[in-house]
């Protein structure tokens, strides 16, 4: 089973400020997908990284893809509180694109006002 | 799009009872759609991956006889939980591929189901 390992855990910061989250393996997955999760609900998909090196932005979060497919990373510019969450990666549980997916353990995110 | 509904959102049940959960894809088919469960303070965990038209594929550990899959139609997959305990209680979460729109393994998720048994 390829595993995600997501850093850190918790966050808590100040509005205004910077964070990045990490989600790395030892394996390769074809794709990536980070979704954001709000309490009593089901994660909403934020993004899909399929290259190598690929950044993608979407308004003040930008996803980075590792060169070599085995991590990624989120950051957000300017944090505010609707910011608050938590923040999941996923990928192909198998590596390929037909199964279901493997979860990083999530990081919880709060931004204080 | 891409929406993904789920029913009940919330149930409580007596132990030993079972308890049926809809999963539905909104304005897309569906041929395969994953259910998942997660504990507090924990991550989602695969538990099976649901087939129109056959049978359900499930993960190691997950007994199949007690979640009971049923992908009957290309936009509604049910998960029956057997005989549940107490240590069933949990948030359970499908989701859904929409092969149309492209995109490579992007499921959209339900809602959520929480189930507590008592």
């Known amino acids: 089973t390829q595993l995600l390992e997501q850093s850190p855990q918790f966050l808590s910061i100040q509005e205004g400020e910077n964070l990045t989250v990490y989600c790395n393996s030892s394996?390769?997955?074809?794709?990536l997908q980070w979704y954001r999760q709000e309490p009593g609900e089901g994660p909403v998909l934020l993004v899909t990284?399929?290259?190598?090196?690929e950044v993608k932005k979407l308004k003040r979060l930008t996803f980075q893809f590792g060169d070599a497919r085995k991590d990624s990373s989120l950051h957000i510019t300017a944090a505010q509180p609707g910011d608050t969450g938590l923040y999941l990666c996923?990928?192909?549980?198998?590596?390929?694109?037909?199964?279901?997916?493997?979860f990083g353990k999530g990081t919880h995110l709060i931004i204080q006002p | 799009g891409a929406v993904v509904s789920q029913h009940p959102s919330w149930v409580i049940c007596k132990s030993g009872t079972s308890v049926k959960i809809e999963c539905r894809s909104l304005?897309?088919?569906?041929?395969?759609m994953f259910w998942y469960r997660q504990f507090p303070k924990q991550s989602l965990m695969l538990m099976a991956t649901?087939?129109?038209?056959?049978?359900?594929?499930?993960e190691q550990g997950v007994e199949k006889d007690k979640f009971l899959i049923n992908h009957a139609s290309l936009t509604l997959s049910t998960l029956t939980v057997t005989s549940a305990h107490p240590e069933d209680s949990s948030f359970y979460i499908c989701?859904?591929?929409?092969?149309?729109?492209?995109?490579?393994?992007?499921?959209?998720f339900g809602p959520g189901t929480r189930l507590t048994v008592l």
């Open positions: 394996s390769v997955f074809s794709s």
């Open positions: 996923a990928g192909p549980l198998d590596g390929g694109g037909a199964d279901g997916l493997t």
């Open positions: 304005d897309f088919q569906a041929t395969t």
């Open positions: 649901s087939n129109e038209g056959s049978k359900a594929t499930y």
């Open positions: 989701s859904a591929r929409d092969l149309t729109g492209g995109s490579y393994n992007e499921q959209f």
């Open positions: 990284v399929v290259t190598g090196g």
